[in-house]
């Protein structure tokens, strides 16, 4: 069984996670857990936007997002024996919803909230 080197809970406030949830890279920021090369692991992570897109079939919460509070990571991991500079290859082995949120979305931002790809096709959000 591959163990489960960082747990969140999708059901939880990011401020509630701040110990395992970033929303940059940084070297100021020190690394939560410390893997061995070749080791297999499981680390779990919230969606991009921190739980703000609900399960509801209403694009409101796309429209309405707070693009200030997005980009979240599970993070930082040290590798043992990894240097700066130092090529890193990492395989995903498995990819899936996370227990407690099984659902997915995707969403098309409004032009007025920051846009996306395709804004003067698709000015609405969705």
């Known amino acids: 069984m591959v163990r489960t080197l960082i747990s969140v ?3 939880k406030p990011v401020e509630d996670q701040r110990e395992v949830l ?8 020190p690394p939560i857990a410390s893997v ?3 080791d297999d692991f ?12 609900r399960n509801d079939d209403d694009a409101s919460d796309i429209r309405d997002m707070d693009l200030t ?3 979240y990571l599970t993070g930082p991991i040290r590798i043992e024996g990894a240097e700066p ?5 990492v395989d995903i082995l498995d990819l899936g919803p996370h227990p407690k949120s099984g659902w997915g979305y995707t969403g098309i931002f409004a032009k007025v909230n920051g846009g996306g790809f395709l804004t003067e096709c698709f000015p609405e959000a969705t």
């Open 42 to 53: 499981v680390v779990e992570s919230v969606d991009w936007t921190g739980g703000q897109v």
């Open 85 to 89: 500079g130092d090529l890193l290859i």
């Open 22 to 29: 970033q929303n940059r890279w940084h070297p100021d920021i």
């Open 9 to 11: 809970d999708p059901t």
């Open 36 to 38: 061995k090369p070749g």
């Open 69 to 71: 509070r997005v980009h």
